[in-house]
Protein backbone atom coordinates (compact mmCIF):
# COMPACT_ATOMS: atom_id res chain seq x y z
CA UNK A 1 0.00 0.00 0.00
CA UNK A 2 1.11 3.57 -0.93
CA UNK A 3 1.49 6.21 1.43
CA UNK A 4 -1.96 8.62 1.70
CA UNK A 5 -4.08 5.71 0.15
CA UNK A 6 -6.54 3.38 1.81
CA UNK A 7 -7.53 0.14 0.49
CA UNK A 8 -11.77 0.26 -0.76
CA UNK A 9 -13.98 -2.44 -1.12
CA UNK A 10 -12.62 -3.36 -4.72
CA UNK A 11 -8.83 -4.22 -3.45
CA UNK A 12 -7.91 -1.39 -5.32
CA UNK A 13 -6.35 2.63 -3.62
CA UNK A 14 -8.00 5.38 -3.22
CA UNK A 15 -6.31 9.00 -2.40
CA UNK A 16 -7.45 9.95 1.46
CA UNK A 17 -7.97 13.31 -0.19
CA UNK A 18 -11.09 11.61 -2.17
CA UNK A 19 -12.19 9.81 0.80
CA UNK A 20 -12.08 13.21 2.64
CA UNK A 21 -14.36 14.53 -0.33
CA UNK A 22 -16.89 12.25 -0.16
CA UNK A 23 -17.52 12.43 3.60
CA UNK A 24 -20.96 13.92 4.67
CA UNK A 25 -21.33 16.78 6.73
CA UNK A 26 -24.20 19.32 7.47
CA UNK A 27 -24.25 22.70 5.94
CA UNK A 28 -24.20 25.13 8.80
CA UNK A 29 -26.54 27.47 7.86
CA UNK A 30 -29.56 24.97 6.61
CA UNK A 31 -28.69 21.86 7.63
CA UNK A 32 -28.13 19.86 4.78
CA UNK A 33 -26.51 17.24 4.99
CA UNK A 34 -23.87 16.81 1.59
CA UNK A 35 -20.53 16.26 0.53
CA UNK A 36 -17.45 18.10 1.88
CA UNK A 37 -16.82 18.60 -1.91
CA UNK A 38 -20.11 19.62 -2.62
CA UNK A 39 -20.34 22.16 0.61
CA UNK A 40 -17.31 23.55 -0.64
CA UNK A 41 -17.95 24.07 -4.25
CA UNK A 42 -21.70 24.25 -5.51
CA UNK A 43 -24.05 24.36 -2.36
CA UNK A 44 -26.38 27.15 -2.19
CA UNK A 45 -29.28 27.24 0.62
CA UNK A 46 -31.82 29.37 1.12
CA UNK A 47 -29.80 30.59 4.21
CA UNK A 48 -27.03 31.75 2.37
CA UNK A 49 -29.22 33.11 -0.37
CA UNK A 50 -30.85 35.27 1.64
CA UNK A 51 -27.81 36.86 3.12
CA UNK A 52 -26.28 37.43 -0.30
CA UNK A 53 -29.36 39.13 -1.46
CA UNK A 54 -28.73 41.69 2.00
CA UNK A 55 -25.37 41.99 1.29
CA UNK A 56 -25.47 42.98 -2.60
CA UNK A 57 -27.77 45.44 -1.88
CA UNK A 58 -25.68 47.23 0.52
CA UNK A 59 -23.17 47.00 -1.99
CA UNK A 60 -25.19 48.66 -4.18
CA UNK A 61 -26.65 51.30 -1.90
CA UNK A 62 -22.96 52.55 -1.13
CA UNK A 63 -22.23 52.73 -4.82
CA UNK A 64 -25.26 54.33 -5.48
CA UNK A 65 -24.48 56.69 -2.60
CA UNK A 66 -20.94 57.21 -3.56
CA UNK A 67 -22.06 58.05 -7.61
CA UNK A 68 -24.18 60.94 -5.52
CA UNK A 69 -21.32 62.13 -3.94
CA UNK A 70 -19.13 62.31 -6.59
CA UNK A 71 -21.81 64.12 -8.54
CA UNK A 72 -22.77 66.62 -5.94
CA UNK A 73 -18.55 67.80 -6.07
CA UNK A 74 -18.40 68.00 -9.13
CA UNK A 75 -21.63 70.01 -8.75
CA UNK A 76 -20.03 72.47 -6.27
CA UNK A 77 -16.91 72.81 -8.72
CA UNK A 78 -18.62 73.30 -12.16
CA UNK A 79 -20.38 76.43 -9.65
CA UNK A 80 -17.59 77.95 -7.82
CA UNK A 81 -15.51 77.58 -11.34
CA UNK A 82 -18.11 79.48 -12.97
CA UNK A 83 -18.73 82.13 -10.07
CA UNK A 84 -14.44 83.09 -10.23
CA UNK A 85 -14.95 83.32 -14.11
CA UNK A 86 -18.09 85.93 -13.87
CA UNK A 87 -15.91 87.78 -11.19
CA UNK A 88 -12.63 87.70 -13.48
CA UNK A 89 -14.53 88.64 -16.40
CA UNK A 90 -15.65 91.91 -14.60
CA UNK A 91 -12.15 92.59 -13.56
CA UNK A 92 -11.05 92.29 -16.94
CA UNK A 93 -13.19 95.23 -18.38
CA UNK A 94 -11.11 97.75 -16.58
Known sequence: MQPGTEA???????????????????????????????????HTCRADAATRAQLQEERARARVEERMRRLQADREAAQLLEQRRAKYANLALF
Open 8 to 42: DSQGGTTPTCRLAEREKTACPLCGKVVSRKTLAHS
